[in-house]
């Protein structure tokens, strides 16, 4: 899906400095091996390596407020800063969701309500402030602001309303991910037939892409008697981190991600 055709009505900015990726079949393919490595390698250092749950949030924590950090220092887009920090994005809502249920005791319903309430708390303002929530629009550093705290959330949310689909509901890995790719395919068919707005129906998209990866991240990672096919936590994240860093790498040299934007023209 490409949110191009919708930039809203903000103000125009005399230095462009995109550094996001263009919305093709690549965005996609990775955001969901980069939500299904938030599953399964949150819990390759939580239990495999016994980092525990408070350790792993730390860490993880460090890590990607170093990333962010170089991310908005960087003055163009580099694939695999980009990405980098979407992976550590999505161990980090994984981790926000664990930490609530395991630590606070938050049942999954509650938690997805109120993660639900923030992201509509930071889309409501982003909007308020900058006219537009399209992600050709993040040219600005208060914009990227909104857009990584937006992202954040939307993992928050992800990670809980998986969760709740497949344990809370007793509806399993399998029966979670045939409901969420559907409900991904219909937004998809609604925005191609022009019945949704594309910045809309891109956000919908994001926000489901976290669950739907996370039910793939469980049915490959999690024991056969609790659902899963016992591949393991530490092999299903190799293989989905060695076919990002593949990817990424194919991006970087043949540039096929890169937004190509007129300065001249109104956002």
Same mark, same amino acid.
């Given at each position: 899906? !490409?949110?191009?055709?919708?930039?809203?009505?903000a103000?125009?900015?005399? !230095?462009?400095?995109?550094?996001? /990726?263009?919305?093709?079949?690549?965005f996609?393919?990775?955001?969901? +091996?980069?939500?299904?490595v938030?599953?399964?390698?949150?819990d390759?250092? !939580?239990?495999?390596l016994?980092l525990?749950?408070?350790?792993?949030?730390?860490?993880?924590?460090?890590?990607?407020?170093v990333? +962010?950090?170089?991310?908005f *220092?960087?003055?163009?887009?580099?694939?695999?800063?980009?990405?980098?920090?979407?992976?550590?994005?999505?161990?980090?809502?994984?981790?926000?969701t664990?930490?609530?249920?395991? !630590?606070?005791?938050?049942?999954?319903?509650?938690?997805s309500?109120?993660?639900?309430?923030?992201?509509?708390?930071?889309?409501?303002?982003?909007? *308020?402030?900058?006219?537009? &929530?399209?992600?050709?629009?993040?040219?600005? /550093?208060? *914009?990227?602001?909104?857009?990584w705290?937006?992202?954040?959330?939307?993992?928050?949310?992800?990670?809980?309303?998986?969760? &709740?689909?497949?344990?809370?509901?007793? +509806?399993?890995?399998?029966?979670? +991910?045939?409901?969420?790719a559907?409900?991904?395919?219909?937004?998809? &068919?609604?925005?191609?037939?022009?019945?949704?707005?594309?910045?809309?129906?891109?956000?919908?998209?994001?926000?489901?892409?976290? /669950?739907?990866?996370?039910?793939?991240?469980?049915?490959?990672?999690?024991?056969?008697?609790?659902?899963?096919?016992?591949?393991?936590?530490t092999?299903?994240?190799?293989?989905?981190?060695?076919?990002?860093l593949? &990817?990424?790498?194919?991006?970087?040299?043949?540039?096929k991600?890169?937004?190509?934007?007129?300065?001249s023209?109104?956002?």
């Amino acid at each position: 899906m !490409n949110s191009n055709s919708q930039v809203g009505r903000a103000v125009p900015y005399k !230095n462009w400095l995109v550094k996001v /990726p263009e919305v093709t079949i690549f965005f996609w393919i990775i955001k969901v +091996l980069a939500t299904t490595v938030g599953e399964t390698f949150a819990d390759y250092l !939580n239990t495999t390596l016994g980092l525990g749950l408070n350790g792993t949030t730390l860490v993880t924590v460090v890590f990607l407020a170093v990333i +962010l950090f170089l991310q908005f *220092r960087a003055t163009k887009y580099r694939p695999s800063l980009y990405w980098l920090a979407v992976v550590l994005i999505s161990i980090a809502g994984t981790l926000f969701t664990d930490n609530l249920t395991d !630590n606070l005791g938050v049942s999954l319903i509650t938690s997805s309500i109120i993660f639900a309430i923030v992201l509509a708390i930071v889309f409501f303002i982003w909007y *308020r402030i900058e006219g537009s &929530l399209a992600i050709h629009s993040i040219y600005t /550093p208060r *914009r990227e602001a909104f857009y990584w705290g937006a992202i954040l959330f939307t993992f928050a949310l992800g990670t809980a309303t998986g969760d &709740l689909f497949a344990e809370r509901l007793s +509806l399993g890995f399998g029966n979670s +991910l045939l409901i969420f790719a559907a409900a991904i395919a219909a937004i998809a &068919l609604g925005w191609k037939m022009g019945a949704l707005n594309p910045v809309f129906a891109f956000w919908a998209i994001y926000i489901i892409t976290r /669950p739907l990866g996370a039910s793939i991240g469980d049915l490959l990672s999690q024991d056969k008697k609790d659902g899963g096919l016992g591949i393991g936590t530490t092999v299903t994240s190799a293989i989905f981190l060695t076919t990002i860093l593949a &990817l990424v790498a194919y991006l970087t040299a043949s540039r096929k991600d890169q937004i190509s934007l007129d300065t001249s023209a109104k956002d």
